[in-house]
């Protein structure tokens, strides 16, 4: 169809009540370099509308340590710290222990989270070091194209496994999680996902929440994210969301892990 | 004067640190310095509210130093030689995102575990990098209890002119020992808002990142040219050190730290027996005093080089004197302390008896 009259079209597009998506100012209005159908993206999206509605963009501080994620602060509209590969906890341990009154946050893959950066995690968690960690399990080092993790499941081919995981020599995926939970230190940790619209949603509840409990002081929150790697899994966006339906989420089960008690 | 003190070196840089305002020590204990972090758990945070963290091992430390340090804020670190070692990717990352901080490196004897005594076996790591990649740390070499405590306020002064870290290179013998020493007046801690300094974005301006990330090579080649205009100016604007009996020398012993006392001994009882020794201490190890170096060269008959490891700032004397005159090495390693005596018996052995 030849549209002569390009400007009546748009807008027609752009009322208000045809809006499907918008980008929230937190968020640079760039483009991403994320893979086509990435959970970075959506992860990324949505924390940022979190700290819109929350009005706190002035006031958070983030960390964005080495994996694919290591570019957060080119799209994230706010103060920011690039971590060397494992140190993001402390990292933001010397930031929250100078700026009490800030918000901070980490932003972790697997591989910086559980293994080389297993002891910085531990221990910021143990201490109760009050800021939010967002994990991003997608069971692989993507940044590095495809080895394994700590995540990766048993059977799970990865350049590293290339007959699959095999737990006798290679380890058991690691749920970090589970581990650091029953820490006094630890408030919150959730495990959530981004492959479906509903998942979406209540991740960034989960978000949300876990910035409250720093508000009030509660100490070390994580919110693990069962996420994708099209790429590196060699999938479609849509197969690897399935796969995380399918196959991760059995073995990483969704939902809060634990919760702290709130006065009202 | 100030209040004056009998204090052991480790002790009275920690006192140092708090009368600077310092508002936080991230470390792991490890001898010879575990004072510093239990002088500090004892008496920082209750006098000027310094945040006194012991983390859970050398990585951690410098990775918070880099976190605290990226506010704006005065954050040092110490350890010892195993310590510095796990430090030296975070001290690389620190260099190139242009953070200032202080730590300090009380050495003692390797390689490997080694011994808690007394060596200077880091002096490569310290001033050629330590770390991957094309950095420099700004080194300060104490030689008395005095300039431990000093040299705290001077470091944080040169390691925020430069946005680069600073390292006061000591041993396990200044650390230990006890002196009399004269401490400078108690300053409060103030915070300063720095334009590049992550604090939350500001409300009428642009997000601030610290990172030392450039993917582009036109970019990272960038950032390594604007360090090494950096590196420049320090040797133009920070070379420290101190001379004795140059006018008359013939000879000169050189040294640095704890060894350069030593040798000014040898060098008092050299003159006893007729020899016309001078004494040349650097006090900053990067940028090296490479002026005074040249310059004695041209007429003296010889320079001897006392360390306590194989030999390695005598490279840094080398470079500086190109061959305009004869450079000999003496050194001890492992934790030994060389004598006096024993110096000059090699000092004569190698230019008196040999001439
Ligand atoms: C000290 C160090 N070791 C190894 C690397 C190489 N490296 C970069 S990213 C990465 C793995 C990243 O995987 P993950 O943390 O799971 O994040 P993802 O890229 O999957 O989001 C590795 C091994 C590095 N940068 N630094
Ligand atoms: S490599 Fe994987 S984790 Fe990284 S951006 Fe691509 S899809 Fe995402």
Known sequence: ????????????????????YRRPSTLLDVELHYCPGCGHS???????????????QNDIIGVAPVGCAVFAYNYMDVDMQQAAHGRACAVATGIKRMLPDKFVFTYQGDGDLAAIGGNETLHAANRGENFLVIFINNAVYGMTSGQM?????????????????????????????????????????????????????????ALQRALEYQKMGLGFCLVEIVSNCPSNWKMTPIESNNYVQNVLIPYYPLGDIKVPEVKK | MGEVKLMKGNEALAEAAIRAGVDAYFGYPITPQSEVIEYLSREATKRTGMVVLQAESEVAA??????????GKKAM???????????QEGLSYIASAELPCLLANINRGGPGLGTIQPAQGDYFQAVKGGGHGDYRLLVLAPYNVQEMADFVKLGFELAFKYRNPVMILADGALGQMMEKVELPPQEQRVHIEYPWATTGKPKNGERRVITSLHIQPEKMEEINLRLQRKYKQMQ???????????????????????????AMKAMDLGRQRGYKIGWIRPITLFPFPTKI???????????????????????????????????????RMGGVVPTPE???ENFEKMFIKGE
């Open chain 2, 293 to 331: 170096f040249a310059e004695v060269a041209q007429r003296v008959k010889g320079i001897l080089d006392i360390e306590m490891n194989s030999g390695q700032m005598v490279e840094d004397v080398k470079l500086a004197v190109s061959g305009a005159t004869r450079v000999e090495f003496y050194g």
């Open chain 2, 77 to 87: 670190t110490t350890s010892s030689s195993p310590g510095i070692s796990l430090m």
């Open chain 1, 1 to 20: 169809m030849a549209v002569d009259n390009v400007d009546v079209l748009v807008e027609d597009v752009v009322k208000p009540e045809n809006l499907v």
């Open chain 2, 342 to 344: 024993e110096i000059l």
């Open chain 2, 62 to 71: 410098i990775n918070m130093i880099y976190g605290a340090a990226g506010c």
């Open chain 2, 236 to 262: 133009e604007e920070e070379v420290r050190y101190q001379t004795k009996n140059l006018d008359d020398a013939e000879y000169i012993f050189t040294a640095f730290g704890l060894v350069s006392r030593i």
């Open chain 1, 149 to 205: 993790a700590p995540t990766t499941i048993e059977g799970m081919v990865t350049t590293t496994s290339p007959y699959g995981r095999d737990p006798k020599t290679m380890g058991w995926p690691l749920k970090f999680g589970e581990l650091i939970a029953p820490l006094p230190g630890v408030a919150y940790v959730t495990r959530q996902a981004v492959n479906t619209v509903q998942n979406v949603r209540r991740t960034k509840k």
């Open chain 1, 42 to 56: 959506t992860v990324h999206k949505i924390f940022m509308e979190v700290v819109e509605e929350m009005g706190i």
